[in-house]
C-alpha cells in the first residue's frame, strides 16, 4: 500500500509539474520580451471553416516570421465566441495585445473604460496609410473624436438567388415588395423555403427596407435619439413580420446559425439568400453558375435602390500595450499588417470577402458572386451603413436583437416594436458623434 | 386475476424495455452514421447509410484539429482531481471519522454543507480566484477548481465509510507499536478501497465531463479540455454537420471502452455513491 | 500520545481544511459579497446593498427563468424519475439480457453534456433531424415544428436531454435500493395473491422510500446546476423562452457584464435549492434509519 501512495503521490508531483510548466513558460516568455524579443499575445477569431481563415491565419503567421524581433502567441475564439473571450479576458484586465473585433457596437465599454487606447495620432503620423482605407472606414472606431482601431473588413448585405429554382417553378425574380411577396407564396405552395434565412437575415431586411427611405444624417439622427422611430420603422417592421408569418423563412430559423443558413441554400431547399458579405467565402463554389445577385426589392414607391454596406471589423491594441513603447511598435506593425494591403487583396481575391481599403485587384481572381456584390453597389442609388454593424450604441444591440424575434415571433405587434425601439435608443443614444 | 394481469403486462414491459433501449442505442448509431455523411447526404437522406465510408471527418478532427490533445488534457485533468481528492479527502476523513475532538461535528458539517450548493454559481467568484492566482487557463488551475468542487461529496462518502470500520482493528495495530501515519496507510486506507474506487469514478467522470467551468477558465487552445474542445470544434465547423458528429463519436469512443471495461465497478460505484451522497 | 494525537490531527485536517476555505468557502462568501455591487468587470465596483435582489425580485425574465427551471423540476418528477424505476425494476427482475440492456442504459450518464446536447441538435434540426424526418417518413407531415424554437415545444425539446442524460443514473441508484428490498416481503406479497401493480405500490415503492428521496435532491440539485444543454441547444432563446436561473446567470455575468447581478442570481439558486432540500429531507423523513 505504501508503494501504492508513494507511486500516487509521484504521478501526483508530475501532473503539479506540468501545470506548473505551463506557468513558467508564459513567464519566462515575458522575461525574454524584456531582452530584446518582444512577445505579443493575439485574439482573433478567424478560425476554423470561417471563410476568412485561409487569409487571417497565414497573415499571422507571415507576420511572425518577417519579424525576428517579434514573437506572436496566437489565440482564436471562432466568430462569436470571441466575445466573450475578450470579456472575459477584459474583465481579469488580461487583455490580448492585439485583437480583432467589430467596431464601436462591441467595443464601446472598452473604449469608455480606457482599456483600448486613442490611436488617431498614430494613424496621422504614419505617411503608410495615406489614402489607403475607403472614405468612412473609420466610422465605426471614431468615438467623441478619437479613432479606436484600424479597418480590415467591408460589408455589405446582398441579395443572393439561385435562378434554376426561379425558372423551374416559373416564378419572376420580384424587384418589389409585392413581388417579393408572390414569390414567396409560389415557393411556399410548391414546398420550397423561400429564404434560406436565419434570424439575423430577417432583421436585415427591416433594417434595408427601413434605410430605403432615409440618409446618412436621418439614420444618424435616429441613433442618437435626436428623432424618433415612426411610419417607416412600422412599415419595414410589418414587411419583415408579413414575411416570417408567410412562412417566407425556414422552421427553427431563430437557432440557424448564419453558416447553417447557406446550407439550406446550398442543398437547393431555398432559391433566396439575403445575409451579410462575409458568407460570400463560404459559397459553393460548385453551384455558381445557378447564383445571381440581385437588387434587394422596393419597399414601396417612396423606396430608393439601397445598399448596406460599410466597414465590419477592426484591428485594436489594447492600452496596456500601447502603454509600452516596445510593445506597441510591435502592435502597430501588426495592426498595419492585417489592416493592410496584402490582406485586403486576399480579402477580395482568395476569400471573396469586401475591404475596407483602396486596393487593386485582378477582377478575373475575383470570385463572381462578389464581382456582383461589388457591381450591385455600384448600381445602387445609395450606400448607407446598417445600424447594427455600425449606428447603434453598445447597450442597444443586446436589446435589440431579441426584440427583433419577439417581433418576428408575433409576441409583439409592429407598433409595440418601434415603441420599444424608441424606449431602448432614447435610453441608451449613440454618443459617438459628441 | 394476477396471471391475466400479468399476461397483459408482459408485452407492455418488453416493449418499454427495448423501445427505451432503441431510441438510446438508435441515437448513438445515428450520430455514427451521420459522420461518414457530407452535408448534400445529410440533408438528402437524412436516414439512409452513406454512399462510401468516408473516413475524412475523423482524420480531420483528430489531426487537424487537435481532438487528441483536448483527450490527453482531459485526461490529466480526470487523474489529477481524482488523486487530489483522494490525498486532500482520504486525511481529513480519518481524523473526522476516527477522532473525537472540539469542533469534529462542525468541520464535518462545514463540508457538507457544500453537497447543497449548486456548483455552478460559483464561477465568477472561482474565475477571478484563479486570475488573481496566475492559473487561469492552466491545466494546473483547472484541477485546483475541480478539486475543491468534488472535495465535499469525497468527504461525505470517505467518512461515511471509514465511521464503519471496526475500532479494533486500529487499536491492535496501535498496540503492535504502529503510529497514527501507519495505521492510516496501513489499516484504513486499504480497507476502504470500494469506497475510494466509488469515488475515484465519480470524481473522474464529473472532471472529465464538466464544461461551464472550463468555458470560464481555459481560453487558449493548448489547454482546452474535451468538453470545451468539442464545444469550441463546433463553433468553429458551425455547418460541417458530419465532421461534428465524427468529433462526438471521437469524444464518446475512449469513455465508452474505459466504461465497457469497467462497468460492474462504474455501476456499482455510481450507485453506492449517488445513495450515499 | 496526547501530543502525538494532536500533532496528527493538525496534519490530517489542516492542509485539506484550508484548501477547503480558500477555494470552495471563500467562493460562496465571494459570491454574496459581490452580489451586493453593481460591476462590469472593467469600471469601479459601485456598492448597491440590496438593489441587485430587488431588481431580480421584479425581474420577469427571472422569474421566467425560474418557472423553466421548475418544469425541469417537474420532468424529474414524472419522466425521469418514473421511467428509472421501471427500467431498473424490469432488470431487477431479471429480464432476458438485462445485463447488456444496463449497459447501454448507462451509456448516457458517462457521455457529456456537450456531446450529448450536439447530438440533440441533430434530433431536432428542423431541415434533416431525425425527428422531422421520421414524422415526414410516417405520413405525419403536420407534426414536424422546428422544435427548439415553436413556443408549444422549446422548453420540452430543450429538456430531455437533461432527462435521457440522467435516466441511467436513477436507474442504477434505484436498482441497487431494489436489491436491498428483503426478498421475504416480495415473496409474501406474492403468497398473498397480489399483481403486478399492488405489488409496485404496495411492497416494493414503500420499502424505497429512502432511495426515492436521494432521486429527488439528486434530480433536483442537477436540475439547478446542468444547464450547459440550454447554453449548447438554445442558449436561453429565442427571446428567453428556454431560459433557465443558470443561463440566466451566465449570461448576465458573462455577456452581459453584471459581474453583481449574476452573483445575486447564483445566491439565489443556492438559497432555493439548500430549502428544496431541506423540505424534502423532511417531508419524507427517510425512516428506520
Known amino acids: 500500500m505504501k508503494r501504492m501512495i508513494q507511486m500516487l503521490s509521484g504521478i501526483l508531483f508530475f501532473v503539479v509539474l506540468i501545470g506548473c510548466q505551463g506557468l513558467n513558460e508564459s513567464e519566462t516568455g515575458e522575461k525574454e520580451g524584456s531582452d530584446d524579443i518582444v512577445n505579443l499575445r493575439v485574439l482573433h477569431s478567424f478560425t476554423g471553416s470561417q471563410p476568412q481563415a485561409p487569409v487571417m491565419e497565414p497573415a499571422f503567421e507571415e507576420f511572425d516570421e518577417e519579424h525576428g524581433d517579434i514573437e506572436l502567441n496566437i489565440q482564436t475564439a471562432a466568430g462569436n465566441d470571441i466575445l466573450e473571450q475578450l470579456r472575459t479576458e477584459m474583465a481579469a484586465e488580461d487583455p490580448p495585445d492585439v485583437f480583432t473585433h467589430w467596431g464601436m457596437r462591441r467595443t464601446e465599454n472598452y473604449i469608455k473604460n480606457g482599456v483600448i487606447p486613442d490611436i488617431s495620432d498614430m494613424i496621422e503620423s504614419d505617411q503608410d496609410l495615406d489614402g489607403l482605407y475607403m472614405d468612412g472606414a473609420f466610422g465605426p472606431v471614431t468615438y467623441q473624436g478619437g479613432i479606436y482601431g484600424l479597418p480590415f473588413q467591408g460589408y455589405s448585405y446582398y441579395l443572393m438567388i439561385n435562378k434554376d429554382l426561379f425558372e423551374e417553378h416559373g416564378v419572376d425574380i420580384p424587384t418589389n415588395y409585392e413581388e417579393l411577396k408572390k414569390a414567396v407564396i409560389q415557393f411556399t405552395d410548391v414546398g420550397l423555403i423561400p429564404f434560406a434565412a436565419n434570424n439575423h437575415s430577417a432583421r436585415y431586411m427591416l433594417l434595408t427596407w427601413f434605410a430605403q427611405k432615409q440618409t446618412t444624417e436621418d439614420l444618424r439622427s435616429y441613433a442618437t435619439a435626436e428623432q424618433e422611430f415612426g411610419e417607416d420603422l412600422l412599415l419595414a417592421a410589418e414587411k419583415a413580420l408579413e414575411l416570417a408569418e408567410l412562412g417566407a423563412f425556414p422552421e427553427g430559423y431563430m437557432n440557424l446559425e448564419t453558416a447553417q443558413s447557406l446550407e439550406i441554400f446550398h442543398a437547393e431547399q431555398a432559391p433566396m439568400f439575403y445575409q451579410h458579405s462575409w458568407t460570400v467565402g463560404s459559397i459553393d463554389e460548385e453551384l455558381l453558375d445557378s447564383y445571381e445577385i440581385i437588387p434587394f426589392p422596393l419597399g414601396d414607391e417612396q423606396s430608393e435602390p439601397t445598399v448596406l454596406a460599410g466597414t465590419g471589423h477592426f484591428i485594436y491594441m489594447s492600452q496596456r500595450a500601447y502603454d509600452d513603447p516596445d510593445k506597441r511598435e510591435a502592435a502597430w506593425k501588426l495592426m498595419k499588417k492585417i489592416a493592410g494591403p496584402d490582406v485586403a487583396k486576399g480579402f477580395v481575391e482568395d476569400i471573396a470577402n469586401n475591404t475596407a481599403l483602396n486596393v487593386e485587384y485582378d477582377e478575373e481572381n475575383v470570385n463572381p458572386i462578389l464581382n456582383q456584390i461589388l457591381d450591385d453597389m455600384d448600381n445602387a442609388e445609395k450606400l448607407l451603413p446598417s445600424y447594427e454593424e455600425e449606428l447603434f450604441a453598445s447597450a442597444v444591440e443586446g436589446e435589440y436583437w431579441p426584440l427583433t424575434d419577439a417581433l418576428l415571433l408575433g409576441d409583439i405587434t409592429p407598433q409595440e416594436y418601434v415603441d420599444q425601439m424608441n424606449d431602448i435608443v432614447s435610453e441608451h443614444p449613440n454618443v459617438q458623434f459628441e | 386475476m394476477g396471471k391475466v394481469f400479468s399476461n397483459f403486462v408482459s408485452p407492455l414491459k418488453y416493449l418499454f424495455i427495448w423501445g427505451y433501449f432503441s431510441l438510446t442505442f438508435g441515437l448513438f448509431i445515428w450520430v455514427l452514421i451521420t459522420s461518414f455523411k457530407s452535408n448534400r447526404e445529410i440533408f438528402s437522406n437524412p436516414f439512409g447509410l452513406p454512399e462510401s465510408f468516408n473516413i475524412d471527418n475523423y482524420i480531420f478532427a483528430l489531426f487537424d484539429v487537435n481532438m487528441v490533445m483536448y483527450l490527453l488534457n482531459s485526461l490529466i485533468v480526470a487523474v489529477a482531481t481524482v488523486l487530489l481528492c483522494f490525498v486532500l479527502g482520504s486525511t481529513v476523513s480519518y481524523a473526522l471519522s476516527r ?108 472532471a472529465w465531463n464538466e464544461y461551464i467551468f472550463a468555458t470560464v477558465l481555459i481560453s487558449s487552445d493548448v489547454t482546452k479540455t474535451l468538453p470545451l474542445g468539442l464545444a469550441s470544434f463546433q463553433s468553429s465547423h458551425l455547418s460541417e454537420y458530419g465532421l461534428i458528429a465524427a468529433g462526438v463519436i471521437i469524444s464518446i469512443i475512449p469513455v465508452l471502452i474505459a466504461y465497457i471495461l469497467f462497468q460492474e465497478q462504474i455501476i456499482k460505484g455510481m450507485a453506492s455513491g449517488a445513495v450515499k451522497g | 500520545m496526547v501530543r502525538q494525537r494532536m500533532l496528527t490531527l493538525i496534519c490530517f485536517i489542516v492542509p485539506t481544511l484550508l484548501f477547503y476555505i480558500y477555494f470552495f468557502l471563500n467562493p460562496v462568501i465571494d459570491t454574496f459579497y459581490n452580489s451586493l455591487f453593481d460591476w462590469d468587470g472593467i469600471s469601479p465596483k459601485v456598492f448597491l446593498f440590496v438593489d441587485n435582489y430587488i431588481e431580480l425580485f421584479t425581474d420577469p425574465i427571472f422569474y421566467k427563468s425560474l418557472l423553466n427551471t421548475f418544469y425541469w423540476v417537474f420532468l424529474v418528477l414524472v419522466v425521469q424519475i418514473p421511467i428509472g424505476f421501471f427500467l431498473a425494476y424490469f432488470i ?198
Not at chain 2, 113 to 142: A, E, N, V
Open chain 3, 92 to 289: 431487477y427482475q431479471r429480464v432476458k439480457g438485462y445485463k447488456f440492456l444496463r449497459t447501454v442504459y448507462f451509456i448516457p450518464v458517462i457521455t457529456s453534456s456537450v456531446a450529448v446536447s450536439l447530438a440533440f441538435s441533430f434530433i431536432y434540426e428542423a431541415q434533416f433531424g431525425i425527428l422531422n424526418s421520421f414524422l415526414k417518413l410516417i405520413g405525419l407531415d403536420n407534426l414536424t415544428t422546428a422544435w427548439l424554437q415553436d413556443s408549444l415545444t422549446a422548453m420540452t425539446a430543450v429538456s430531455l436531454p437533461f432527462v435521457w442524460n440522467y435516466i441511467g443514473l436513477m436507474m442504477v441508484i434505484l436498482y441497487s435500493g431494489l436489491q436491498s428490498v428483503p426478498n421475504e416481503l416480495i415473496e409474501a406479497a406474492e403468497m398473498d395473491g397480489v399483481n403486478a401493480l399492488q405489488k409496485i405500490v404496495y411492497v416494493i415503492l414503500p420499502s424505497l422510500r429512502n432511495v426515492l428521496v436521494i432521486c429527488l435532491v439528486l434530480g433536483i440539485s442537477y436540475a439547478f446546476k446542468q444547464f450547459d444543454y440550454v447554453l449548447l441547444l438554445t442558449n436561453g432563446g429565442p427571446v428567453h423562452l428556454t431560459e433557465v436561473t443558470g443561463t440566466y446567470m451566465y449570461k448576465q455575468g458573462f455577456s452581459e457584464t453584471r459581474y453583481g447581478y449574476g452573483n445575486a442570481i447564483a445566491i439565489t439558486m443556492m438559497f432555493i435549492v439548500i430549502v428544496f432540500t431541506m423540505v424534502i429531507n423532511r417531508m419524507l423523513q427517510p425512516k428506520d434509519i
Open chain 2, 99 to 206: 477522532f473525537e475532538f472540539k469542533g469534529n461535528t462542525f468541520l464535518y458539517l462545514l463540508f457538507i454543507i457544500g453537497l447543497t450548493i449548486p456548483l455552478q454559481s460559483l464561477i465568477y467568484p472561482m474565475f477571478f480566484k484563479m486570475h488573481t492566482l496566475g492559473l487561469r487557463d492552466t491545466i494546473f488551475g483547472i484541477i485546483i477548481v475541480y478539486t475543491a468542487l468534488n472535495l465535499p461529496k469525497t468527504v461525505f462518502l470517505l467518512v461515511g465509510f471509514m465511521k464503519g470500520i471496526p475500532k479494533e482493528m486500529e487499536e491492535a495495530a496501535i498496540i503492535d507499536g504502529c503510529n497514527y501515519w501507519n495505521v492510516f496507510s496501513k489499516v484504513v486506507i486499504p480497507m476502504s478501497k470500494p469506497v475510494l474506487a466509488t469515488v475515484g469514478i465519480l470524481v473522474f467522470i464529473a
